[in-house]
């Protein structure tokens, strides 16, 4: 074979070789997960005595909780659609072994094993205690406003298809068909009360609007403060036509008086308004204007006041962080089943979303 190739490098096959280093540092100073690390390492030091009383003293050691929420915010921040391909990255990725804190020369955690210690943290509500202290962490460096607010709800889609969506009263399915049989149900009336799915039968079948197609579902909310665009306060429930306005009550209890809360159309209803002014929270409410039964439940009391008009703009900004959950987050369909799991996986997406962009605001380079 000729030698002469000219300018073509060879594709030599590369031996087995040795290198010792820190891998501290071959991570650049200024990559973006460094300040991310940071604020959840200063978080896990205030949740270590709630980490000890989930775990005995004796038995098979565990995945320390810390490094097993550090990969499930990898998870969340780079997409990654399984626990199984998660691990898979922490095989061979240095960054990611980095900031989960696992040596480049220690073992990876078999998949199994890593979902089986994830279920016990969901058991210690964890998640919830994580995005508690996320969302004081914004509030100790003044990112925070409590004064002015905006809720609004979103879909999440269940894993679960039409065709798992059977009669409540039906038996097991009959033998053949194979794995993926054909079912019609064109012209069979179904509705919650009669049928569940068979998947997941927490999901419920909703459908947004009129012209919007009905989906298993599950209705996710957050309440977010108009200052900085944070998530203060989430909830999943069952997706029914009136969760957004039952869950937005219930996040608007613990505001202060003369609080502000911005929501879109969908919550100009008497019920809500009056809900909101007994709790001593203005309600600025985008007006329905088309509306069926009457006029609307915000008058010019409160839709005169500059202030309105600036929650009407500000609310916008809540739809961001549903952009980011469906996109970034992997979260127009959950991959998890079950109302409690999908809440917990739910909850925790959003105190990631919270670290970016308590990051983007506060951090600088060099600094």
């Known amino acids: 074979m000729c030698d002469n190739i000219g300018m073509r490098k060879r594709d030599n096959r590369q031996g087995t070789f040795l290198a010792y280093s820190q891998v501290d540092a071959m991570i650049p100073d200024d990559h973006p997960l460094h300040p991310i690390r940071e604020m959840a390492n200063e978080i896990f030091v ?16 565990s995945i320390p909780p810390e490094r097993l929420l550090r990969a499930l915010l990898l998870q969340v921040l780079y997409s990654i659609r399984s626990e199984r391909m998660l691990i898979e990255q922490l ?35 964890i998640a919830q205690e994580f995005f508690e202290r996320v969302v004081a962490l914004a509030r100790e460096r003044g990112l925070t406003s409590d004064e002015h607010f905006t809720v609004d709800g ?48 927490e999901a419920r079948l909703y459908r947004k609007s009129p012209i919007h197609e009905a989906r298993l579902c599950y209705l996710a909310h957050a309440m977010t403060e108009n200052r900085s665009g944070l998530v203060v306060d989430a909830r999943l ?17 613990v505001l202060r008086p003369r609080a502000t ?36 439940s915000v008058d010019g009391r409160t839709t005169r006041h500059e202030g309105y ?59």
Do not use: C
């Not at 949740?47 to 050691?61: E, N, V, W």
């Not at 804190?101 to 089986?116: A, E, M, Q, R």
């Not at 969908?266 to 985008?286: K, M, Q």
């Not at 609310?315 to 959950?334: A, N, P, Q, S, Y």
């Open 309 to 367: 008009a600036m929650s009407q703009r500000k609310r916008k900004r809540i739809e961001e962080v549903f952009g980011w959950l469906k996109t970034v987050g992997f979260l127009r369909k959950t991959r998890h089943r079950g109302r409690r799991l999908v809440g917990w996986i739910y909850t925790f997406a959003l105190a990631a979303y919270n670290l970016v962009r308590i990051r983007n605001l506060t951090w600088r380079v060099g600094t």
């Open 237 to 253: 429930t069952h997706a029914t036509g009136t969760a957004e306005r039952e869950a937005a009550l219930e996040m608007a209890a």
């Open 91 to 125: 095989r061979y990725n240095m960054l990611f072994r980095w900031f989960v804190g696992i040596n480049l020369d220690d073992p990876v955690w078999h998949p199994t094993t890593f979902t089986k210690n994830r279920e016990r943290l969901l058991d210690g509500e």
């Open 261 to 296: 809360l911005g929501a879109d159309k969908g919550y100009d209803t008497h019920d809500f308004v009056e809900g909101l002014r007994s709790l001593e929270v203005t309600p600025h409410v985008a007006v329905r204007t088309r509306r069926p039964r009457g006029r609307s």
């Open 46 to 61: 205030d949740l270590s005595a709630r980490f000890t009383k989930l775990y005995a003293s004796t038995g098979r050691p």
């Open 154 to 201: 979103t879909l999440i889609e269940a894993w679960a298809s039409h065709k798992s969506f059977v009669p409540k009263d039906q038996g097991p399915p009959a033998p053949g068909g194979g794995r993926n049989p054909d079912v019609r149900f064109d012209q069979e009336k179904r509705s919650n009360a009669t049928h569940e799915s068979t998947t997941d039968p």
